[in-house]
């Protein structure tokens, strides 16, 4: 199920950015060709950034992609390493609704004070934000249900668990994935 | 603001790290307890309104759409053929189809910016050839792994984007000091080649001798990525697209040609999208995290502490330098470029700017001792990528011996950029219009 969530939330993310794609490239052609420019869409790419930002955390937290440094890590007894696991998931947890107090703060502040974009545009912060907003609070949801997780292996020292589930990516899944990856293309080659 | 504390918030972060909490985590605690202890509350909230401001930004973007090209050309197809349209050329060179690893690399990075896959990819298509026309291992596993770290110094590298934001300098600009070196570095590899193993796959003459017609009809392979590199980095150089610009046309074109192909399909597209967002997660927080910590390094002095600090033993350019490039090969010995990268540009772009380093040449300078870091055991990605891709049950120690010459070929052309600092500048300084 998590891997169907992380598929879900990496099309939208892939879908976004690859509209953004074609809209940045028409008008970057319109402009330099006729010098007109369509105007704004250099104001939604920054938005699209930030709104697609929380989403990729999110993304990256469910595949336990986020960098680690494991050089100690793989040294450790099975116990030690699984502790750690949940501590890393449990910071992560923190991390996510530290980033969530302060988007909420700057959300009412921009509410508050009805700020506008410095630019042509002048578009309402509010709009952009708002769905900022529910970005980064999916993170915040995603990290803690898995800090939850995490937390209940702790619980019931189910070590093989945690370490299976909460583990750094390893560099040998990466590279089985794209080994598998290759192979697949060279299928299709023939 | 004292020298002692800095040193004390450093060693606190690598630690975090070394307890493999998340790099991101290790970085905002740094950042948030030393901003509260110094400055209080206050501190921290004003590192809270920084976060909006650092992700809603245009060149930000520029990070996944770069990723996005990447995985399109990879997962497309595209990037596979290019080594059987390179091997027909080089194969008959002195050293062979190594000279064909490093050229496929260097293309490959030009067009994707990941080293695991470049050497997976690039591994299991030459290592099978290598070993049968009998290259030696161990010179045929460091090409590899060396010629993988190329991806993150040829533009378009999300290093050099990473950096860029960082320490406030011009991706563009930074984009055009890249290519040189980029090129140059590469041709070091192929000269070491060239003078070392140019008794290399001798046997292989015979499978390379192929007529002049089927050498141009592989040629054709290499129309895509050429132009969209051409493109890409073409329309920077002249200055008529930001990075952002050009990566939006560069996806644009990849799924014409993947179209072209008969590759599109809602498979291909939906791995691409989330390996694209897996990476940007990834590379994004670290990089947020960084520009927080940056407000408690500029509002508690630690800058001013640390460049005061480094000014009191009178280094010159050059000395300061070489002790740089030796704590960063020291550095990268255990840890991973981009943790590497955010972790200490912050402090060492002021320190070497109080020097008279420009901050474009610095950057080059940083992601050579990154790649060095990838081919550094004990935790040198590349050497690991290699090792899990050859198939002849040999052990670790080749692919060390192996990429160990490329260890020095680096170090000696990084002291060659720093002694001839305008092979950096040559480039971006035209662009600029400086020369």
């Known amino acids: 199920m998590l891997n169907t969530y992380a598929r879900f939330l990496g099309v939208f993310f892939g879908a976004s950015m690859i509209l953004l794609s074609v809209l940045i490239a028409v008008e970057t052609i319109v402009r330099k060709s006729f010098s007109v420019s369509?105007?704004?869409?250099?104001?939604?790419?920054?938005?699209?950034?930030?709104?697609?930002?929380?989403?990729?955390?999110?993304?990256?937290?469910?595949?336990?992609?986020?960098?680690?440094?494991?050089l100690l890590h793989q040294r450790l007894s099975r116990r030690t390493r699984a502790v750690l696991n949940a501590v890393s998931m449990l910071s992560m947890g923190i991390l996510s609704l530290y980033l969530l107090y302060f988007t909420v703060k700057t959300v009412i502040d921009t509410q508050t004070y009805r700020s506008i974009a410095q630019t042509p545009m002048a578009t309402p912060l509010i709009y952009p934000q708002s769905i900022w907003l529910v970005a980064m609070a999916l993170f915040a949801l995603t990290a803690v249900l898995l800090t939850a997780r995490a937390l209940i292996l702790l619980a019931g020292r189910d070590w093989a668990a945690l370490n299976q589930q909460f583990g750094?990516?390893?560099?040998?899944?990466?590279?089985?994935?794209?080994?598998?990856?290759?192979?697949?293309?060279?299928?299709?080659?023939? | 603001m004292n020298i002692v504390l800095v040193g004390i918030g450093f060693a606190i972060m690598l630690g975090l790290m070394f307890l493999s909490l998340p790099v991101a985590v290790a970085i905002i605690t740094v950042g948030a307890l030393g901003g509260y202890l110094m400055y209080g509350m206050p501190l921290v909230d004003m590192m809270g309104g920084?976060?909006?401001?650092?992700?809603?930004?245009?060149?930000?973007?520029a990070i996944p759409l770069f990723m996005l090209l990447g995985e399109l050309l990879l997962r497309g197809g595209i990037a596979d053929r290019m080594y059987d349209a390179l091997a027909v050329w080089l194969g008959r060179m002195p050293g062979g189809l190594l000279?064909?690893?490093?050229?496929?690399?260097?293309?490959?990075?030009?067009?994707?910016?990941?080293?695991?896959?470049?050497?997976?990819?690039?591994?299991?298509?030459?290592?099978?050839?290598?070993?049968?026309?009998?290259?030696?291992?161990?010179?045929?596993?460091?090409?590899?792994?060396?010629?993988g770290t190329l991806g993150i110094l040829i533009p378009p590298s999300i290093n050099l984007l990473v950096y860029g934001s960082l320490a406030n300098t011009s991706v563009s600009q930074l984009f055009a000091a890249g290519l040189i070196p980029g090129l140059l570095l590469a041709f070091s590899f192929s000269?070491?080649?060239?003078?070392?193993?140019?008794?290399?796959?001798?046997?292989?003459?015979?499978?390379?001798?192929v007529p002049l017609?089927?050498?141009?009809?592989?040629?054709?392979?290499?129309v895509p990525p050429v132009l969209i590199f051409g493109v890409v980095m073409g329309s920077i150089y002249g200055g008529l697209a930001t990075p952002t610009e050009s990566a939006a046309i560069g996806v644009v074109m990849a799924l014409v040609f993947v179209t072209g192909s008969g590759?599109?399909?809602?498979?291909?597209?939906?791995?691409?999208?989330?390996?694209?967002?897996?990476?940007?997660?990834?590379?994004?927080?670290?990089?947020?995290?960084?520009?927080?910590?940056?407000?408690?390094?500029?509002?508690t002095g630690a800058t001013q502490a640390v460049t005061q600090w480094v000014a009191s033993f009178g280094f010159d350019r050059l000395s300061l330098l070489l002790v740089l490039l030796l704590f960063y090969v020291i550095l990268g010995t255990f840890m991973d470029a981009m943790s590497m990268l955010v972790l200490t540009v912050p402090i060492t772009v002021p320190m070497v700017m109080s020097v008279g380093v420009d901050p474009i040449w610095f950057g080059i300078f940083i992601v050579l001792m990154c790649e060095i870091a990838l081919i550094t055991p004990p935790l040198g990605m590349n050497l690991f990528v290699v090792q899990g891709v050859r198939r002849d049950g040999g052990g670790f120690n080749d692919v060390i011996?192996?990429?160990?010459?490329?260890?020095?070929?680096?170090?000696?052309?990084?002291?060659?950029?720093?002694?001839f600092p305008t092979i950096v500048m040559w480039l971006p300084d035209v662009m600029a219009g400086r020369r």
């Open chain 2, 50 to 61: 920084v976060i909006w401001s650092s992700l809603n930004s245009p060149y930000i973007l």
């Open chain 1, 38 to 70: 369509l105007g704004g869409v250099d104001e939604w790419g920054g938005y699209a950034m930030a709104i697609g930002a929380p989403i990729a955390f999110a993304v990256a937290l469910v595949e336990q992609a986020h960098i680690r440094i494991n």
């Open chain 2, 263 to 299: 590759r599109l399909s809602i498979d291909l597209l939906v791995t691409c999208s989330l390996l694209a967002a897996r990476t940007t997660g990834m590379v994004v927080i670290v990089l947020m995290c960084a520009l927080l910590l940056n407000v408690t390094i500029a509002m």
């Open chain 2, 213 to 222: 017609s089927e050498k141009l009809r592989l040629s054709k392979y290499l």
């Open chain 2, 99 to 147: 000279h064909t690893n490093i050229a496929t690399c260097t293309l490959f990075s030009a067009t994707s910016g990941s080293s695991v896959a470049t050497a997976a990819t690039v591994g299991t298509i030459a290592l099978p050839a290598l070993q049968q026309y009998r290259y030696p291992i161990r010179p045929s596993l460091g090409s590899l792994a060396a010629g």
């Open chain 2, 401 to 419: 011996r192996g990429s160990l010459p490329y260890v020095f070929v680096m170090v000696a052309f990084t002291i060659l950029v720093i002694v």
């Open chain 1, 168 to 190: 750094p990516a390893s560099a040998q899944e990466e590279l089985d994935a794209e080994l598998e990856d290759a192979k697949k293309r060279k299928e299709m080659e023939q």
């Open chain 2, 191 to 209: 000269a070491y080649i060239f003078f070392f193993h140019g008794n290399a796959g001798k046997e292989a003459a015979e499978i390379v001798n």
